[in-house]
């Protein structure tokens, strides 16, 4: 695709729930990563895939966030047992190569409000 | 882990002056610095980037240095125009994480 697509666009659910969130990488890009940003603040790093294996998952708050991206193109981020304290903008990004050479394009968003 | 400050957190500037926002690093290792430009709910957008072998770098009204002794950069926009209204944010890595700053609301005045 033309660049990073994201889906939900927004996503509201109830405390408890599960959510997945779905990113679509730019088309031959191996490497993806899962921000998240909360209002005000600068993008946070959540994980790192390099391929189908996650090569940093440093970023993930706790337990109940989980991400695959199991042939190496599509992801998902999954969040068990939904807190309201994570509500924010999750953005996907991807980038051709890793490393600080290869510019990282962002997707749109997914916006998820915990009620 | 890399810390990144931003300052200021808001800028408002007549058009068509100047504007200049700053930024601190924390680890020396980092050696990538993009700026991304956000739109009110879009996505961020790379503006400019500077690598740590290059000094300063210029794209239009768009120009960003960087001193790598002190461990700061520094993005400037000339000659700014309305829809250069945006939040702003820097960000530092050494591999391919990305740490940002807290962004700068600018707001250009017409």
């Known amino acids: 695709g033309a660049g990073v697509s994201q889906t939900p666009s927004n996503k509201v659910t109830e405390k408890g729930k599960y959510v997945e969130l779905r990113c679509d990488p730019i088309?031959?890009?191996?490497?993806l990563y899962w921000y998240r940003q909360s209002l005000g603040q600068g993008p946070e790093f959540l994980i790192y895939f390099q391929g189908t294996g996650a090569a940093d998952d440093s970023g993930l708050p706790n337990d109940r966030f989980f991400a695959v991206r199991p042939e190496g193109s599509v992801s998902t981020l999954k969040i068990q047992r939904t807190e309201r304290g994570d509500s924010a903008v999750y953005l996907c990004a991807s980038s051709l190569d890793r490393g600080p050479g290869n510019t990282i394009y962002f997707g749109e968003g997914s916006w998820l409000t915990v009620v | 882990g890399e810390n990144v400050e931003q300052h200021p957190s808001t800028l408002s500037v007549q058009e068509g002056d100047s504007a200049v926002i700053k930024c601190t690093y924390s680890?020396?290792?980092?050696?990538?610095f993009p700026w991304y430009k956000q739109e009110l709910g879009k996505r961020p957008q790379l503006i400019i980037d500077?690598?740590?072998?290059?000094g300063e770098k210029k794209d239009q009204r768009i120009a960003v240095t960087l001193n790598k002794t002190a461990k700061h950069f520094s993005l400037h926009i000339t000659e700014t125009q309305p829809e250069d209204s945006a939040v702003y944010f820097c960000a530092a890595s050494k591999d391919y994480k990305l740490s940002f700053g807290a962004g700068t609301t600018v707001t250009v005045r017409a």
């Open positions: 088309s031959g890009h191996t490497a």
């Open positions: 680890d020396s290792a980092s050696n990538y």
């Open positions: 500077i690598r740590s072998n290059v």
